[in-house]
């Protein structure tokens, strides 16, 4: 096999661990720890995931073929648009129950 060969059917999968993505940037922008506290993680949070740029990365490495984030979409409606804009498959995540 030529290896230009394999590099044409390479086909991209992108899976989003949204939750944490997006509390890596909350702690990036409000400092350490600013994600965690309860009255800033269970609310409804606001947009810093630049969606299309993420996509449009994956998909310099090839055609996409698998899209999905998974999170709580509770939390995370405010992305809704822009992700389903980009072709990404919402999978809801439910909390871990309180014998977690």
């Known amino acids: 096999m030529n290896p230009s060969d394999n590099e044409e059917n390479r086909s991209v999968?992108?899976?989003?661990?949204?939750?944490?993505?997006?509390?890596g940037l909350v702690e990036a922008k409000y400092g350490e720890c600013a994600y965690t506290k309860p009255d800033n993680r269970f609310?409804?949070?606001?947009?810093?995931?630049?969606?299309?740029a993420l996509v449009e990365l994956g998909a310099s490495?090839?055609?996409?073929?698998?899209?999905?984030?998974y999170g709580n979409?509770?939390?995370?409606?405010?992305?809704?648009d822009a992700l389903l804009q980009s072709a990404v498959e919402l999978i809801q995540l439910f909390p871990p129950g309180a014998s977690a």
């Open 13 to 23: 999968a992108l899976y989003w661990d949204f939750e944490n993505l997006h509390a």
């Open 43 to 52: 609310k409804p949070q606001e947009p810093l995931i630049d969606v299309q």
């Open 61 to 69: 490495f090839g055609p996409v073929a698998i899209n999905r984030a």
């Open 73 to 80: 979409w509770q939390y995370f409606g405010r992305y809704r």
